[in-house]
């Protein structure tokens, strides 16, 4: 069973760089499917942030690809966001999900919040 | 960017009785190899969104076959046909044709 597992700091100081893990298990994340980061605002909606394809290409969110990067550890099999510059409107609670080529996002970490705070 | 409007925001329900949820899309999501790559989730209070079905009728893997997802194009609609107490949460539909993928507002089932 795959399992995915968010991991990173609870509190980031506006301008600070937020770095969040996603530890997979069950599966090879250089094997293959899409590999992708969500956020929900505390109150509100989905948004997608962004994501890699097994063998690294990434799409990002236009609203937020002057900050973004999604990047992959195949030797610890995880893969990571980094979202630069940050200020209060990048709280919110992250996910991290498996796609499936043929559709759908089925799996998704439990989600970490992180809150923007100085 | 692509624009879904679900209807209605807040659906009152009973159990044993049916359920229905329309999302609307500002384009067109079927895509040239005859998918329409909509995707339907249900997130209950604290938890994680969970995936009901995707490609627009395709049922998720465990998911129970009271849940159905139809239509083309531009319309799609998620039907239940018994609500059970454990359906309780919002529904979202999404859309994952064009990126910035987006979703619908979300759909709050409440008794």
């Known amino acids: 069973q795959v399992q995915l597992q968010e991991s990173g700091p609870g509190l980031v100081k506006p301008s600070e760089t937020l770095s969040l893990n996603c530890s997979v298990s069950?599966?090879?994340?250089?094997?293959?499917?899409?590999w992708a980061w969500f956020r929900q605002p505390p109150g509100k909606g989905l948004e997608w942030i962004g994501t890699?394809?097994?063998?690294?290409?990434?799409y990002y969110s236009p609203s937020l690809k002057s900050r973004v990067t999604i990047s992959k550890d195949t030797s610890k099999n995880q893969f990571s966001l980094n979202l630069a510059s940050v200020a209060a409107a990048d709280t919110a609670v992250y996910y991290c999900?498996?796609?499936?080529?043929?559709?759908?996002?089925?799996?998704w970490g439990p989600g970490t919040p992180v809150t923007v705070s100085s | 960017d692509v624009v879904l409007t679900q209807s209605p925001l807040s659906l009152p329900v009973t159990l044993g009785e049916p359920a229905s949820i329309s999302c609307r899309s500002s384009?067109?999501?079927?895509?040239?190899?005859?998918?329409?790559?909509v995707d339907w989730f249900l997130q209950k209070p604290g938890q994680s969104p969970q995936l009901l079905v995707y490609l627009g009728s395709s049922r998720a893997s465990g998911v129970p076959d009271r849940f159905s997802g139809s239509g083309a194009g531009t319309d799609f609609t998620l039907k239940i046909s018994r609500v059970e107490a454990e359906d309780i949460g919002v529904y979202f539909c999404?859309?994952?044709?064009?990126?910035?993928?987006?979703f619908g507002q979300g759909t709050k089932l409440e008794f």
């Open positions: 999404m859309q994952a044709l064009r990126t910035p993928y987006s």
């Open positions: 069950g599966y090879s994340i250089g094997s293959g499917y899409h």
């Open positions: 999900s498996r796609g499936q080529p043929t559709g759908g996002f089925q799996r």
């Open positions: 890699m394809y097994y063998v690294g290409t990434t």
């Open positions: 384009q067109s999501l079927l895509n040239t190899n005859g998918y329409n790559y």
